[in-house]
Each structure stands twice: as C-alpha cells, then as structure tokens.
C-alpha cells in the first residue's frame, strides 16, 4: 500500500492529503512530529534524507520527498479526476499558476514566519541543513502575503478555481497558502470579496477538512 509521511499541523503534507483525498486513493499514515524535530532523527533520515515532509512511498517501494514528484505519481497512476489538466494548454496554464501559488503565497509565508519565530531560531529553511533567521526577510514576507492576497482576489474576480475552468493543483495549493497565512497573523478581508467567496465554495469540498 502507498504510504505517506505526514505532519498534521504542517502546510506542505497537508497538500498532499488533500491531493490524495480528491483522488480517492487508500494509503496509510505514518505520523511524523516535527516539534520534537523526529524529522532530523536518524530513523526517518533513513526514509527522507532531506528530512522533510511530506514523503511518499509507492507500492514499488520508490520514495517521493516533494509535493511536485508526489503529484506527478499520483496523477499518472490514478488519472482520474484529473488534477494537472487533461490538453498541452491545461497542463501549462496549470503547472504555472501551482507555482506561482507555492512561490508567491507559502514560501511568503515560510519567510515570515521562519525569520520570526523564536522556535524556529537557526532553522529558518526547512531541510537537514541549518540556517540562522534574517529578521528582514520576515518583514518581506509579509509584505509578499499581502500581495499574494490582491493577486489571488484579483484572478478570482469571475472565476470559480485559480487556473482553468476546473478544480486542479493550483486550488489545493492556495487553499494551503491562505489558511497557512494565519501563523503569520495574515488572512483575506472583506477588500478580497472574490477570495473569500472562492475559499467559501473550496470549503464545501470533503477533502478541504483534512
């Protein structure tokens, strides 16, 4: 059975479950916490030697350690519903808004929050490799969220989903990204009436509660 590696209170495995919900495919959990730091243990270096999460391993054994390979896994051996776009054009227009939500909105966030906090202190990229925090970068990040919000209200605007005419990757990305945005104290208001009438409709999808 595929196996995924998961954190509950992390933004990144969350995608993840999120994807894998939407696609109706059984898996087993395997709970990793990071507050006690097990993802830098010996043990799940073994797994994950970027010491991450998610991961993901296949039924064959092969272990995905990002949200991209995991997704491009799970699209090709579980098509349907289809979540990276079906044509050429789909395919593009999809892949370029998911990253444009994980690069304008969660890495935003992980900037200011991995500058700022105080539990964070030394860690402020995620990975086997320490890093000390640069205080001006949180500020910069959260002057990138507020603009995130502008740019999702403003791709919203007579849309129902962020990059086709259907609900793909891009939406389970920025669902990620603005309800992460709380830990850094940011959320939608009422000047993002079509984000927040967007994150409204995304609510009413099952797998949004994981």
């Known amino acids: 059975m595929i ?21 109706g495919v059984a898996h087993a959990t395997v ?22 999460v998610p991961a993901l391993r296949t039924e064959g054994g092969l272990v995905l350690a990002d949200n991209p390979g995991i997704a491009a896994y799970l699209e090709a051996q579980f098509p349907e519903p289809p979540l990276l776009g079906t044509t050429p054009e789909e395919k593009a227009e999809i892949a370029s808004w998911n990253w444009r ?8 966030i992980a900037e ?3 500058n700022s906090a105080p539990a964070m202190a030394n860690r402020a990229l995620p990975g086997a490799v320490n890093y000390p925090q ?3 970068l949180a500020q910069r ?7 995130f919000f502008l740019l999702l209200n403003d791709r919203l605007a007579g849309r129902d989903f962020i990059a086709t005419e259907h609900f793909s990757v891009a939406d389970i990305t ?16 009422e000047q993002h009436p079509h984000l927040l009438r967007w994150r409204a409709a995304m609510a009413q999808r099952p797998s949004m509660a994981l």
Do not use: H, W
Request: hydrophobic letters at 40%; one cysteine or more.
């Open 134 to 136: 640069i205080p001006e």
């Open 3 to 23: 196996t995924l590696y998961d954190c509950a209170t992390a933004p990144s495995p969350r995608r993840a479950r999120i994807f894998l919900a939407e696609k």
């Open 174 to 189: 920025a669902v990620v990204a603005v309800d992460f945005a709380r830990v850094v104290k940011q959320k939608p208001g």
């Open 112 to 114: 200011a929050l991995r």
């Open 141 to 147: 990040g959260l002057a990138r969220v507020e603009q």
């Open 31 to 52: 709970a990793v916490d990071l507050r006690s730091g097990e993802q830098l243990g010996e043990a799940y270096r073994q797994i994950n030697p970027q010491c991450t």
């Open 101 to 108: 939500m994980e690069f304008e909105g969660l890495l935003a």
